[in-house]
């Protein structure tokens, strides 16, 4: 579902992630964030209290928007959350946010993202086009 080209950005940029539950939208950009081997998209939950309440209260339902500032190269990706709280991804996450923040703050969990459904968003002719 991932395309090389979707993946390369996805690795490289920020990406902001897009819930909603009772009507009320919620967008946030994460920095601590990795295209898993399957294809699955992993967020480390440090300060994502809205976006996880959402995402538990809505079905899981999700968007991660992902573009380069500089060509306008962009996607968005639809799909489902599921929260996790330990593991190994879970453990990465925590190791990595706790170098970062030398122990002041701690990843509690990771949403794991599996796409369904990848959008161009670059301007031009492709801009809409589903792709995955």
């Known amino acids: 579902m991932i395309d ?3 993946k390369k950005l996805l690795e490289q940029g920020m990406w902001d992630l897009a819930t909603c539950a009772d009507g009320e ?14 294809g699955k ?3 480390g939950d440090v300060f994502m209290r809205t976006t996880v309440d959402n995402v538990l209260a809505d079905d899981g339902r999700i968007a991660v928007s992902v573009y380069d500032p500089k060509s306008l190269e962009g996607y ?3 799909g489902v959350a599921d929260y996790v709280t330990d ?14 923040f030398h122990g002041a703050a701690t990843a509690k969990g ?7 459904k ?7 002719a492709d801009n809409k086009k589903v792709i995955g």
């Open 4 to 6: 090389e080209n979707v």
């Open 25 to 38: 939208p919620n967008v946030v950009p994460v920095a601590f964030k990795e295209v898993g081997d399957d």
């Open 41 to 43: 998209l992993l967020v």
């Open 76 to 78: 968005q990706i639809k």
């Open 87 to 100: 593991g190994p991804v879970v453990d990465r996450f925590k190791a990595m946010v706790e170098s970062m």
């Open 110 to 116: 990771a949403l794991v993202i599996t796409p369904q």
């Open 118 to 124: 990848v959008i161009v968003t670059t301007p031009g």
